[in-house]
């Protein structure tokens, strides 16, 4: 797995919880 990739869909689970 790639770290970065992983990293990008936690902001973007975060992004979206708001």
């Known amino acids: ?3 970065l ?3 990008a869909a ?3 689970g ?3 919880a708001p």
């Open 5 to 7: 990739a992983v990293g």
């Open 10 to 12: 936690v902001t973007a």
């Open 14 to 16: 975060a992004a979206a």
């Open 1 to 3: 797995s790639d770290a």
